[in-house]
């Protein structure tokens, strides 16, 4: 495996599930990253790791609940969600002080959520 | 409040003609822009990037331009060719204690008319 893989690829849920969202990077990188993107929306940056430690939370709810047990893995904890959360969630990687704002994105999950 | 915009949601040009995607911002404290480019069911790749203190940037087909003054970007594309199809991010870089808070627009879907 190269560069950052997500897991599942699709997702579909109803609103009283539990559901975990998987991903792995393959680039040494040291930060982690979840975003969420709706239709018609810009990328929302959802979570920040770096080196395994949570530095941003922008506002997500609570039914979200990020895990970042080493600096290649990250997961994304899923519980009673709602319609509106159905999206595209990618996760992206990079170095921390690299300086240039460049990410490596995965392919995402589309989650829909029913 | 959007701080990255891409106004034209779409765009078609000619192959082998110049394509030009456009960015604005509004936030005069980000470090370096960058365009992403996404194919459906893949994560945004990353394309070409600018530091704020240079005017261009430039990469085989593709040129970046940076206007300070007027809080504006643009991606060239010369000559566009039909694998250039695909939906263009504008994202603007500000760092944060190491991370690299990326700030999305909505993306630009180009076609090449071949």
């Known amino acids: 495996e190269t560069g950052v893989t997500q897991t599942p690829r699709h997702l579909v849920m109803g609103m009283t599930n539990k559901k975990s969202l998987k991903c792995e990077q393959h680039l040494g990188h040291n930060a982690m990253y979840w975003y969420k993107q709706s239709a018609k929306k810009p990328l929302e940056l959802m979570f920040v790791?770096?080196?395994?430690?949570?530095?941003e939370n922008n506002s997500v709810p609570s039914r979200f609940s990020p895990e970042c047990p080493n600096s290649s893995h990250l997961f994304l904890h899923l519980h009673t969600l709602q319609p509106e959360d159905s999206a595209l969630y990618l996760c992206?990687?990079?170095?921390?002080?690299?300086?240039?704002?460049?990410?490596?994105f995965g392919p995402g999950t589309r989650l829909t959520v029913t | 409040d959007q701080q990255v915009k891409q106004n034209s949601p779409s765009l078609s040009v000619q192959e082998g003609r110049i394509s030009i995607l456009n960015c604005d911002y509004t936030?005069?404290?980000?470090?370096?822009f960058l365009w992403y480019k996404k194919y459906p069911a893949e994560g945004p790749t990353f394309l070409i990037s600018?530091?704020?203190?240079?005017d261009k940037n430039e990469d085989g087909r593709f040129t970046v331009f940076l206007n300070k003054s007027a809080k504006h970007l643009s991606l060239h594309i010369v000559p566009s060719q039909p694998g250039d199809s695909a939906v263009y991010f504008c994202?603007?870089?500000?760092?944060?204690?190491?991370?690299?808070?990326?700030?999305f627009g909505t993306g630009t879907r180009l076609t090449i008319i071949p």
């Open positions: 790791y770096n080196f395994k430690e949570q530095t």
């Open positions: 600018i530091s704020s203190i240079k």
């Open positions: 992206a990687s990079s170095q921390v002080w690299q300086g240039t704002g460049e990410q490596y």
């Open positions: 936030n005069s404290m980000f470090d370096y």
């Open positions: 994202a603007a870089s500000s760092e944060d204690f190491g991370n690299e808070k990326l700030t």
